[in-house]
């Protein structure tokens, strides 16, 4: 299986800053990268998919980059409402794999 | 609007069944691979279980292999797992979702379900 390895695991940050998650697959995945939201007891939310498409309805402060084994969300101004866990998943191959995680607490 | 409505959850003895449902409505679900994800309490998300828009082919994690079932009803809208021979680590908060792609197994999931919590315990 591909292993996703999310860096840092937990980050403190304040409103308006600007925030960087880092995601590294064990094999390239090409492009084949989505980014979830996850809010305490909530579902995740789809953020970014095929590494740097921002999904419908996602605010643009979101971004993503990257392809082969490397990946980076960015949050160019973050919101009150952005505070939640972070989770990459690839999809290049099954099984599909997700980051064990980034949470996003408030400074 | 797209809604994912999962039931079924509860409480079961290890070795036990239970058999969870996604009600969805919004989208053209027979058009749609679907998805079972899962999340032990206080985890990360795994990858548990996918279907093909007409039902004939399915794929499982290998933790869940030969115990679990996803299956579709398209005329009811309606996806579902099957769960035997439960085991404590099966125990997570479990989740349907859809595929972003019409009619593509991209494994990226635009929509998903509340979660309903499964706990396997004696």
């Known amino acids: 299986d591909i292993q996703m390895t999310q860096s840092p695991s937990s980050l403190s940050a304040s409103v308006g800053d600007r925030v960087t998650i880092t995601c590294r697959a064990s094999?390239?995945?090409?492009?084949?990268l989505s980014w979830y939201q996850q809010r305490p007891g909530t579902a995740p939310k789809l953020l970014i998919f095929?590494?740097?498409s921002l999904q419908s309805g996602v605010p643009s402060r979101f971004s993503g980059s990257g392809s082969g084994t490397d990946f980076t969300l960015t949050i160019s101004s973050l919101q009150p409402e952005d505070f939640a866990t972070y989770y990459c998943?690839?999809?290049?191959?099954?099984?599909?794999?997700f980051g064990q995680g980034t949470r996003v607490e408030i400074k | 609007e797209v809604q994912l409505v999962e039931s079924g959850g509860g409480l079961v003895q290890p070795g036990g069944s239970l058999r969870l449902s996604c009600a969805v409505s919004?989208?053209?679900?027979?058009?749609?691979?679907m998805y079972w994800v899962r999340q032990a309490p206080g985890e990360g998300l795994v990858w548990v279980s996918r279907?093909?828009?007409?039902?004939?082919?399915?794929n499982y994690a290998d933790s869940v292999k030969g115990r679990f079932t996803i299956s579709r009803d398209n005329a009811k809208n309606t996806l579902y797992l099957q769960m035997n021979s439960l085991r404590a680590e099966d125990t997570a908060v479990y989740y349907c979702?859809?595929?972003?792609?019409?009619?593509?197994?991209?494994?990226?999931?635009?929509?998903w379900g509340q979660g309903t919590l499964v706990t396997v315990s004696s």
């Open positions: 979702a859809k595929d972003l792609a019409l009619s593509d197994n991209g494994a990226e999931f635009d929509y």
């Open positions: 919004g989208f053209t679900f027979r058009n749609y691979w």
């Open positions: 279907i093909n828009p007409d039902g004939s082919y399915t």
């Open positions: 998943q690839q999809s290049y191959t099954n099984p599909e794999t």
């Open positions: 094999q390239s995945i090409r492009s084949d």
């Open positions: 095929s590494a740097s």
